[in-house]
């Protein structure tokens, strides 16, 4: 016996991997749901092997279903998960309305699967940004080894992170860097993306953060733990799929580099690829599609008594966002709804 499950948002980028991802897991689905806006009504959406059509999420009828994945912003969630929670339906929510309500659950499976059971306080579990994901998932088992004290990191975001306007802004863009009469000015950042990297994602806070770097201090002091110092640049690349960071570690205890790089090689989620010689490390185009979080460049910080730093790079629509749900998702089956 499988699950009844909506997918909100299903036309999106995160929308649509989430319905790949919950076909390619062979998640247990009885019924399945596909929402999306008004304006996209009756839009014909894969599912495995499957063709659905979108359903209206303002009409929608909540009662009887057991998950619903929602994409769909802040602002639409704020109006509908509520009402699918009141329908006695387990939210699994992407946007960031819920992820630092101490009420709701802050997930990566990898990392904290055990707060999954908070659910219960409002029927929604909240998943984390999409940076943060990939980064815990390599921290938390160094941490249980040597516990970390301070991390600074300094990410290489892809645009479509952005969402699809994003996406279509480095290309329209690079198109027109060699057909100069058809210039392209930014719209959706701040600056051209084509060629070119902005040190700016989300908007401005008062001392002199952006918000996406603000969120990566807070959703890794809730997900990992408080006491870990954090501090992020964050950085739009052009790059089409991927998030990359450079993350340098210190730690209470001395960890080497070696015994680092066998812990992370056994950790779930996490793939080392960490050759000293020409490729041998991930780049975000080899981890377009997969599952894995891959860690790369992992060497000793000589500048600190325990320090440790690494390359990590992740498909920001899988583990950072529909991956990181469907396994939520996973979980909620195999200890809470327990029908599969």
């Known amino acids: 016996m499988g699950y009844r499950v909506v997918v909100a948002g299903a036309t999106g980028n995160v929308g649509r991997e989430m319905l790949n991802i919950l076909a390619e897991r062979e998640f247990p689905v009885d019924e399945i749901a596909a929402l999306a806006s008004r304006k996209s009504l009756g839009t014909e959406i894969s599912f495995g092997d499957a063709t659905l059509k979108t359903k209206d999420l303002d009409t929608f009828d909540f009662t009887g279903w057991d998950i619903a994945l929602f994409a769909v912003g802040s602002e639409a969630t704020k109006i509908y998960a509520p009402k699918a929670a009141a329908a006695g339906c387990i939210v699994i929510d992407n946007s960031s309305l819920y992820r630092y309500d101490p009420a709701v659950p802050l997930i990566v499976p990898e990392v904290n699967a055990d707060a999954i059971m908070g659910y219960k306080n409002k029927m929604i579990i909240a998943n984390p940004n999409c940076s943060t994901a990939q980064m815990v998932v390599a921290l938390k088992p160094l941490h249980d ?25 480095l290309w329209d863009q690079t198109k027109s860097i060699y057909n100069p009469t058809d210039h392209k000015p930014p719209v959706k950042f701040t600056k ?95 981890c377009v599609g997969e599952y894995a979080t891959y860690v790369s460049r992992i060497r000793q910080d000589s500048t600190i008594d325990n320090g440790l730093s690494m390359w990590i790079v992740s498909d920001n629509l899988r583990k950072g966002a529909a991956l990181n749900a469907v396994q939520i998702a996973e979980i909620l089956g195999s200890r809470v709804l327990k029908k599969g």
């Open 145 to 169: 080894r040597a516990r970390i004290k301070r991390v600074v990191v300094s990410t290489y975001q892809s645009v479509s992170g952005a969402g699809k306007e994003g996406i279509d802004e």
């Open 192 to 286: 051209q993306i084509a060629f070119n990297v902005i040190p700016h994602i989300d908007v401005f806070l008062d001392d002199g953060s952006t918000k996406e770097e603000w969120k990566m201090v807070a959703e890794t002091k809730k997900i990992l733990d408080k006491s870990i110092k954090v501090t992020a640049t964050c950085v739009r690349v052009p790059v089409f799929v991927g998030h990359s960071e450079s993350v340098n570690i210190e730690f209470e205890d001395f960890l080497d580099e070696h015994e680092a790089r066998d812990i992370l090689r056994e950790a779930p989620g996490i793939m080392v690829v960490d050759k000293r010689e020409n490729g041998g490390y991930i780049t975000p185009i080899e």
